[in-house]
């Protein structure tokens, strides 16, 4: 079992810079790949970007590339989502999951944190 508890949302301008971050709790954390979710009203959950075990192998989904940057750090069973250049559109509650492989689609993940709110204003 992995608990996982998101934190570092709130409201930023236009342009501005956010750390999300993701302690886990398990003793296995450095087993599982890790996945940023998000989701904005009225819309599906979408993949925002997932690190393998390692950290060796990152991955994004094309709207974040170049301003999100993921990563873990496996001694303090955290994994952080950097975002920069924050767009309105990025607007939404973002959740970060686990999961036994890297995958870009929700049925790869086994453990959700309960997400937290990320509003950016124009």
């Known amino acids: 079992q992995v608990q996982l508890v998101e934190s570092g949302g709130g409201l930023v301008q236009a342009g501005g810079s956010l750390r999300l971050s993701c302690a886990a709790s398990?003793?296995?954390?450095?087993?599982?790949?890790m996945g940023w979710f998000r989701q904005a009203p009225g819309k599906e959950r979408e993949f925002v970007a997932a690190?393998?075990?390692?950290?060796?192998?990152?991955y994004y989904t094309d709207s974040v590339k170049g301003r999100f940057t993921i990563s873990r750090d496996n001694a303090k069973n955290t994994v952080y989502l950097q975002m920069t250049s924050l767009k309105p559109e990025d607007t939404a509650v973002y959740y970060c999951?686990?999961?036994?492989?890297?995958?870009?689609?929700?049925?790869?993940?086994?453990?959700w944190g309960q997400g937290t709110q990320v509003t950016v204003s124009s």
């Open positions: 999951a686990a999961g036994s492989s890297m995958g870009t689609t929700s049925s790869w993940y086994d453990y």
């Open positions: 690190i393998r075990w390692s950290a060796s192998i990152t």
């Open positions: 398990g003793r296995t954390f450095g087993r599982y790949a």
